[in-house]
């Protein structure tokens, strides 16, 4: 990883939490849609580790969006809610890969208008 533009994170993320970011950035680079023909892959970074993790089905295939199901265990919050409403630590950020280099969804999109 090179680097990535740091966002604050106000809640962690659910499959609620990335249909709100899906809806809030729509129209923008920051959704898979929009930027997998430049060559961005949905991802998730661990700002605690510093490690990213390409989005994933459970079985392990690569995910044209972001999918929490195929993260590993240990990013996932232990409160005891159901596998639907699970959500992951508050210290993980969704966006994507371009190459080696991480983008937020804010610097995906910041960085596809600059394209056009």
């Not at 959704?31 to 892959?41: H, L, M, P, T, Y």
């Not at 998730?44 to 994933?56: H, I, K």
């Not at 459970?58 to 969006?65: K, L």
Request: glycine share 8%; proline share 4%; net charge neutral.
């Amino acid at each position: 990883m090179k680097s990535f533009n740091s966002q604050t994170r106000l809640q962690s993320i659910s499959n609620k939490a990335l249909s709100q970011e899906n809806l809030q950035y729509a129209d923008t680079g920051g959704v898979s849609k929009n930027n997998r023909i430049q060559g961005f892959v949905p991802a998730f970074l661990d700002t605690d580790s510093g490690y990213v993790y390409r989005s994933r089905f459970p079985d392990g295939r690569p995910a044209p969006v972001h999918i929490l199901s195929g993260l590993p265990g240990e990013l996932f919050n232990s409160d005891g809610v159901s596998s639907e409403q699970h959500a992951v630590k508050e210290s993980v950020v969704s966006g994507f890969l371009l190459e080696e280099t991480f983008y937020t969804r804010e610097a995906a999109a910041i960085a596809l208008k600059s394209i056009h």
